[in-house]
């Protein structure tokens, strides 16, 4: 019975992506509904819709009133697309047909050792989901997601008051760098990653109030990477690649950094013990899309030594998630 219940959790996860579809959590921002004004809200079949609503609450995910009403729940609260850390874009990618389609490959790829996204798609992951505009829009939204849900934890975790020039190495929009400038007055930000990306970071950087204070710069860490910088963070960057690759973007920030500067890498890194960690799943989902990995600390280690560094130390965090910080060798 136990190992049914994993089986099905299966329904229980798209029964999450059907709620975040059908925009269920922001029709009942505003307060609670009946099944009749739900229905039409969300635009589904009444039954039907009591339905899915039935079996989510059994998991917490909403809530019925006395009246009869339904309504958010904590857990619920989060499907919000527009809440402070939304997993209504999570829902939808991962519970998407086409990355349901890719987990379809697990076995072949634990066969081979190889992502299944090429064998589907012909092409590599970001290849294909620039052919997938509204795919890679829900991609975009769920990353945003994860990294609203690490920025506490990330910002609290290590002290950055000892930096004056902050790179971060495939920064997206800035989140992350927004968020240690504002805990470090005194330092400066430069944001690094590909033209269309950065294009968007102002906005974010003008609603955090630390544009003044950070050089936006676009290119490939494949090829190079901006120098001068005191602290180098890659955040969830090295996992998405393989061994060579991984050692190719460590070796440009090493030349980047000098013989003084310091990497930062956030990963989780994966632990020792064999209990339950939610690096280990991830390390499945790299598999798949990339043909890459998380990592354990011995691992991070060999490849930073590769590229020229020296694993300092793992600082854990209150997430899943941990600094490897590394200086030149």
Known sequence: MALSELVLNAWVAQAVHAAAELGIADALADGPLSIEELSRRVEADPDALERLLRALITRGVFRRRRDGRYDLSPLADTLRSDAPASMAGGA???GS???????SMLADSVKTGRPSVPTLRGQEFFDYLATEPDLAQLFDQA??????????PIVAGYDFSGYSTIVDVGGGHGRLLAAILAATPAARGVLYDQPPVVADAPTLLRKHGVDGRVRIESGSFLETVPAGGE?????????????????TILRNVRDAAG???????????IPTHDREFPGKWVDLEMLLCFGSRERTAAEYRDLLDR??????RVVQTASPFSF??????
């Open 92 to 94: 939808r990618f991962f």
């Open 97 to 103: 047909p086409q990355h349901r389609e890719h987990w």
């Open 143 to 152: 990353m945003t997601g994860v990294s609203d849900l690490a920025v506490g």
């Open 231 to 247: 602290l180098y963070v890659l955040k969830l960057i090295i996992h998405d690649w393989p061994d060579e690759q991984a050692v």
């Open 259 to 269: 013989p003084d500067g310091t990497v930062l890498l956030l990963e989780q890194v």
């Open 307 to 312: 590229a020229g560094f020296r694993m300092t």
């Open 324 to 329: 490897v910080e590394a200086k030149p060798s």
